[in-house]
C-alpha cells in the first residue's frame, strides 16, 4: 500500500487520533461483498482504529463464519477486533437459485436485497450515536448500498466513501458505457484495450434497472471518494481516469485479503481438502470453483466431470448451489448437483469433490495448487 493511497483514517495512527476516529462498514448482502469489507475492517482495525461492521444477525454471521486467512483465535478474538451490530430486517422468501436462467444475474438473491435497504434508519442512528462520541465518523458503503446512508450527509462530523466491489477496469467500463464510449478530451484513448469491449447492455433485467433507478443511481455523488481492492501497480492508469472523470479521489488500497496466509498456532479445524492438498506434488492440483451465486446446469455438471475426467489433471472441484438469502437456514429448495454414477469412486486418486462451501482463500495459498478453473 502507498501512503498516498490511503484515506486518512488510516494515517490517524501516527497522530494519536486513534479514539477520536472510528469506521462503519456498510456492506452488501452477498458473500463476495461481506467478504472483502470484513477484510478491509481487519486492515483497518490493525491500525487500532475502531471499526464498527453493521447487518443482519445471519449476513454478519455469514461473514465471520467464512473468514479465512486471518490469525483470529484464542486471545485474539474477531469481536474484540471489530464491533458487529447485528440489526433486524423484515422476512424475506428465500427463492431458489435457478440452474437454467435466462440471464446469468442472480435474481434469486434480489429480496435479500430489498428486505436489507431496511438497514437505512439503524445505521443511521448508529451514525448519529456515534458522532457524539468521535471527531470523525468514516463510512464506507459498498457502492450498491448507497440508498442506505443517504441520510449520513446530514450528520456534520461523518464522511461517506464508496467502496466499489468489482475492478478497476470493470468500473471503468461501466461509466465507459454511460458515457456512449467516448472520452473526455483529457484522457488518452489509449487506455481503451485493443479489442472487442462486450456491452452491459442487457445484463439486468427490467426489475433489476429499477431497482438500480431507485436505490443506487439517484444517490450517487454523496461521496468524498472511492475505494478499490487494487493497488497503483496493477489497476493505476484506470484508477487515475476514474478520479479525472468523477472528479473526486480514488484509492487503491488492496489487496484486503493477507497475501500470506498464516496458519493459527493451535488449529483445531482443518478443512478436508486441505489435508488432501498436504500429500499432493507441488503445483500439481487445478482448483474448480464457480462462486457463491452461481448454479450450473446438470449438463454443465456432466460435461465438466468428463472433461476433468478425462484430463488426467488432479483437482480440487467446488460442486454446490449458489447461496440463497440466509446461508444457514434449512430449506426443501436446496439443490443438490448430481454427478455420474461412481464418478467420485472413479476419480478418487487424483481428484475431490467439495460438496460444501470451501475456504478458497487457503486453497489458492496451498503450494500444492498450480491453477485456478
Known amino acids: 500500500m502507498k501512503a498516498e493511497d490511503s484515506p486518512k483514517v488510516l494515517n490517524n495512527h501516527q497522530n ?4 477520536q476516529v472510528c469506521v462503519v462498514m456498510v456492506p452488501f448482502p452477498a458473500q463476495g461483498h461481506l467478504n472483502q469489507l470484513l477484510h478491509l475492517s481487519l486492515l483497518i482495525s490493525s491500525y487500532g482504529v475502531p471499526v464498527h461492521y453493521t447487518g443482519s444477525p445471519s449476513l454478519n454471521h455469514q461473514a ?12 485474539d478474538d474477531l469481536e474484540k477486533k471489530i464491533r458487529f451490530h447485528d440489526f433486524e430486517i423484515p422476512p424475506y422468501e428465500l427463492l431458489p437459485p435457478n440452474p437454467k436462467p435466462s440471464m446469468h444475474f442472480p435474481m434469486h438473491l434480489l429480496p435479500l436485497w430489498e428486505a436489507s435497504l431496511h438497514l437505512r434508519v439503524h445505521v443511521f442512528e448508529l451514525v448519529r450515536q456515534l458522532s457524539v462520541e468521535c471527531r470523525r465518523i468514516v463510512v464506507i458503503y459498498d457502492t450498491v448500498m448507497v440508498y442506505v446512508v443517504q441520510d449520513v450527509v446530514d450528520i456534520q462530523n461523518a464522511e461517506l466513501f464508496c467502496f466499489v466491489p468489482f475492478s478497476e477496469f470493470n468500473w471503468f467500463l461501466n461509466l465507459y458505457d454511460t458515457m456512449d464510449r467516448k472520452l473526455p478530451s483529457e484522457v488518452d484513448s489509449s487506455i481503451i ?3 472487442e469491449i462486450p456491452s452491459n447492455d442487457g445484463i439486468l433485467t427490467p426489475k433489476m434497472e429499477k431497482f438500480a433507478d431507485e436505490y443506487m443511481r439517484k444517490y450517487s455523488g454523496l461521496e468524498s471518494g472511492t475505494l478499490f481492492n487494487t493497488s497503483r501497480v496493477i489497476g493505476g492508469k484506470y484508477v487515475e481516469v476514474l478520479e479525472k472523470i ?26 478436508e481438502c486441505l489435508e488432501w492438498l498436504d ?5 500439481s492440483v487445478i482448483y474448480v470453483s464457480f462462486g457463491t451465486i452461481t448454479s450450473i446446469t446438470d449438463e454443465q ?3 465438466l ?3 476433468l475426467d478425462k484430463s488426467g489433471q488432479k483437482f480440487i472441484w467446488v460442486l454446490r448451489d449458489a447461496d440463497k438469502g440466509d446461508v444457514f437456514a434449512e430449506s426443501d ?3 443438490r448437483p448430481e454427478l455420474p454414477e461412481g464418478y467420485e469412486e472413479r476419480v478418487k486418486n487424483r481428484g475431490i469433490v467439495v460438496r460444501d462451501w470451501a475456504p478458497q482463500l487457503e486453497i489458492l495459498a496451498h503450494s500444492s495448487t498450480g491453477g485456478f478453473f
Open 193 to 195: 484495450p485493443q479489442c
Open 246 to 271: 468523477s472528479g473526486k479521489k480514488c484509492f487503491a488500497i488492496g489487496p484486503f485479503n493477507p497475501v500470506k496466509i498464516e496458519k493459527p498456532e493451535k488449529e483445531t479445524h482443518r478443512h
Open 16 to 19: 494519536g487520533l486513534n479514539s
Open 305 to 307: 466431470a468428463e472433461g
Open 279 to 283: 500429500g499432493q506434488e507441488k503445483n
Open 333 to 335: 429448495a436446496v439443490r
Open 64 to 75: 465471520k463464519h467464512r473468514l479465512q486467512g486471518w490469525r483470529i483465535g484464542e486471545g
Open 301 to 303: 455438471i456432466k460435461e
